[in-house]
């Protein structure tokens, strides 16, 4: 079975960038669709950005420009790079499948953007 391990959250300046990462213990070549989700508390976890093992990719509209998913196949790792973050980006960042299976989520990491 496969399992999912988040990090690289923090707390960091409006226009500033963090690095998620999301290491997969399956071969990340075997998933086709991987993505990061995020989660305020009261509200519906929403997908951030998705990737295909073909290289595709697809972002919500509010960080288009700003973030950028990638695999990294050496490492096996499913990273969000975030950069010019805003207030409005603070949530819980998961990553699972996507569609996203209800066994893989994890703690996910918090990213928390305030001055």
């Known amino acids: 079975q496969v399992q999912l391990v988040e990090s690289g959250g923090g707390l960091v300046q409006p226009g500033g960038s963090l690095r998620l990462s999301c290491a997969l213990s399956e071969r990340i070549r075997s998933i086709y669709v991987m993505a990061w989700f995020r989660q305020v508390p009261g509200t519906e976890r929403e997908l951030v950005a998705a990737?295909?093992?073909?290289?595709?990719?697809n972002y919500r509209d509010s960080v288009k420009g700003r973030f950028t998913i990638t695999m990294d196949y050496a490492r096996n790792t499913v990273d969000l790079q975030m950069n010019n973050l805003k207030p409005e980006d603070t949530a819980v960042y998961y990553c699972?499948?996507?569609?996203?299976?209800?066994?893989?989520w994890g703690q996910g990491t918090q990213v928390t953007v305030s001055s």
């Open positions: 699972n499948r996507n569609p996203p299976r209800t066994e893989l």
């Open positions: 990737i295909t093992n073909g290289g595709s990719t």
